[in-house]
């Protein structure tokens, strides 16, 4: 049995890459919206971590599996990113459970002759820990050169300045969190702020 929160993130997933709609929008939807909030909270991170790493998901299911990314039917190559994700990047999400449930929304899907490619994929897969270069949770990975690996030229850093790469590099971090530190007419909250951070 497929567990809500997963079979939603699929529906969005699948939506989203047939180009019929925007993430966004399906995750503020009625059917996401119905959902216990721990189940939203789960849709929203696999949905948004997916579509964030995308090309390292789909690098590691051709390295993983031997096989061009065009070999796969679409709905199998969603499962399949959906259960990488699962498995580098989210550290209470079991191993077995995300095979598993790989393995059922593939059958769902009526393409019940990938279960057993799914399944052999996923089991290859190992935890990103494993495979970091080192810092948190957006820390990059080992394998694969990203396009701001390359040295500068002259045109990017013109256009973006001396530190291009670094500011190009943020694409895949978790966006941070910050504190609204003036008020409507600019004064500054210094009591909100010093209670914030006490």
């Given at each position: 049995?497929?567990?809500?929160?997963?079979?939603?993130?699929?529906?969005?997933?699948?939506?989203?890459?047939?180009?019929?709609?925007?993430?966004?929008?399906?995750?503020?939807?009625?059917?996401?919206?119905?959902?216990p909030?721990?189940?939203?909270?789960?849709?929203?991170?696999?949905?948004?971590?997916?579509?964030?790493?995308?090309?390292?998901?789909?690098?590691?299911?051709?390295?993983?599996?031997?096989?061009?990314?065009?070999?796969?039917?679409?709905?199998?190559?969603?499962v399949?990113?959906?259960?990488?994700?699962?498995?580098?990047?989210?550290?209470?999400v079991?191993?077995?459970?995300?095979?598993?449930?790989?393995?059922?929304?593939?059958?769902?899907?009526?393409?019940?002759?990938?279960?057993?490619?799914?399944?052999?994929?996923?089991?290859?897969?190992?935890?990103?820990?494993?495979?970091?270069?080192?810092?948190?949770?957006?820390?990059?990975?080992?394998?694969?050169?990203?396009?701001?690996?390359?040295?500068?030229?002259?045109?990017?850093?013109?256009?973006?300045?001396r530190?291009?790469?670094?500011?190009?590099?943020?694409?895949?971090?978790?966006?941070?969190?910050?504190?609204?530190?003036?008020?409507?007419?600019?004064?500054?909250?210094?009591?909100?702020?010093?209670?914030?951070?006490?």
């Amino acid at each position: 049995m497929i567990s809500s929160a997963r079979a939603a993130a699929y529906r969005i997933l699948h939506r989203v890459e047939s180009g019929r709609a925007f993430a966004v929008d399906l995750l503020q939807g009625e059917r996401v919206s119905a959902l216990p909030e721990v189940d939203r909270r789960l849709v929203t991170e696999l949905v948004m971590g997916v579509l964030r790493w995308r090309g390292d998901l789909d690098f590691r299911i051709e390295q993983l599996s031997g096989k061009p990314l065009g070999y796969f039917d679409p709905e199998v190559a969603t499962v399949l990113r959906l259960g990488i994700y699962q498995i580098m990047f989210l550290d209470k999400v079991p191993k077995a459970a995300a095979v598993n449930e790989g393995v059922e929304m593939v059958k769902a899907a009526r393409k019940r002759s990938a279960g057993g490619l799914v399944n052999a994929v996923l089991r290859k897969c190992e935890p990103v820990r494993a495979l970091r270069s080192g810092g948190g949770r957006g820390a990059r990975l080992v394998e694969r050169p990203r396009a701001t690996d390359v040295p500068e030229s002259g045109r990017r850093r013109k256009c973006a300045g001396r530190n291009s790469a670094a500011a190009c590099g943020g694409g895949n971090r978790d966006p941070s969190r910050g504190i609204r530190t003036a008020g409507p007419r600019g004064r500054v909250r210094r009591r909100e702020i010093e209670r914030a951070c006490a």
